[in-house]
């Protein structure tokens, strides 16, 4: 177990004058800038690679409770694997594809929250933003937008996988960043590892950024009422060091397979492939189609007959990693 960590009661109080002055700011706009009347409620949902947001997004559609709810996705892929399982579930579903939302396509995302804010149709937003994006860049984007403000941050941490992305100086900054920023985290997958391991999630995050609200959740099942509002319920420790981008390579297998679904676990689980993540759809040799997701050296195969497309994509650190995947893949389909 990590050390208590000591604090000075000046480090406390500035800390807490940030959280207050942030929440205000996203309470308050200027209102020489509002040309819209309506206040729309967005809510950015952030958190790495695989850790969860989808499957949580999912069942807050789901589950709206009353409210009436508007997706907005960012996939940084080519192809849109995100986009479309939010899509089976609502039809107030919208895509911002093969970028970050958090840079080349802020604008994008200020125009279709400015959009939806002026149809009046929604209560609130929820945006589930890539698993690579800064989460202070894409909340900034939503302040700056006509008609709407940032109901609050979450950071949604994967329990399987958080303290090896803390450990990994390629992941590390980013992984603070995301869970300092959040009103509240949500710490997923509890339902697949030990109460030992629970545990120590809970003091990773809590270390990583004092002072969040944590909660756990077992298949993405948060109430959408604490999902939606959480920066009325938690703290957000906005950091003011510089912050780069992530820098990461990605590459789409298109069509994918033929592969015999045992014979890609068998490669996924022997091979040293350094992918980040991989998710889509692939065939068998006798055309039924399978959904993978890998995070990290964790991956999934099942079937999928609503699979929409034969097609996956590779994430990782840079362009070899990803080459000598799809490589190891090409030759599952000549073997």
């Given amino acids: 177990m990590s050390p208590p ?35 729309l409620a967005v809510t ?20 709206p409770e009353g409210l009436k709810i508007a997706a907005v996705v960012n996939d940084v892929g080519e192809i849109e694997v995100d986009a479309h399982l939010v899509a089976a579930e609502t039809s107030n579903s919208l895509s911002l594809a093969n970028g970050c939302v958090c840079c080349v396509l802020a604008d994008d995302l200020s125009d279709q929250l400015e959009m939806l804010a002026r149809s009046g149709d929604y209560d609130a937003v929820i945006i589930e933003a890539s698993g690579v994006a800064d989460p202070i860049s894409v909340a900034q984007t939503i302040h700056g937008t006509n008609g709407c403000h940032l109901d609050g941050i979450v950071a949604v941490a994967d329990s399987r996988s958080l303290e090896e992305q803390l450990g990994n100086h390629h992941t590390a900054s980013l ?51 604490v999902l939606c509002g959480a920066s009325d319920r938690g703290v957000s420790l906005t950091s003011s060091e510089n912050f780069s981008n992530f820098n990461f390579v990605s590459t789409v297998i298109n069509p994918a397979g033929p592969w015999d679904p045992i014979q890609l676990g068998n490669v996924l689980e022997q091979s040293d492939h350094q992918l980040l993540r991989a998710k889509g759809w692939f065939d068998d040799q006798h055309g039924s189609r399978y959904h993978l997701e890998v995070v990290g050296r964790r991956w999934s195969i099942e079937e999928s007959s609503g699979g929409p497309f034969q097609a996956l994509v590779l994430i990782g650190l840079d362009q070899i990693d990803v080459d000598t995947a799809a490589a190891a893949l090409d030759r599952i389909t000549k073997s």
């Fill in 5 to 39: 960590i000591e604090f000075r009661f000046d480090e406390l109080d500035s800390a807490w004058s940030r959280v207050v002055s942030t929440l205000n700011a996203s309470r308050h706009h200027n209102q020489e800038k509002s040309k819209v009347q309506a206040d």
């Fill in 44 to 63: 950015l949902l952030t958190g790495f690679l695989g850790s969860g947001k989808t499957t949580i997004l999912r069942h807050a559609l789901q589950h």
């Fill in 175 to 225: 992984l603070h960043r995301q869970l300092q920023a959040a009103h509240l985290v949500v710490l997923s997958k509890i339902d697949l590892v030990n109460e030992d391991t629970r545990q120590a999630t809970h003091d990773l995050v809590a270390e990583a950024a004092p002072g969040s609200r944590i909660l756990s959740a077992e298949s993405g099942q948060i109430d959408v009422k």
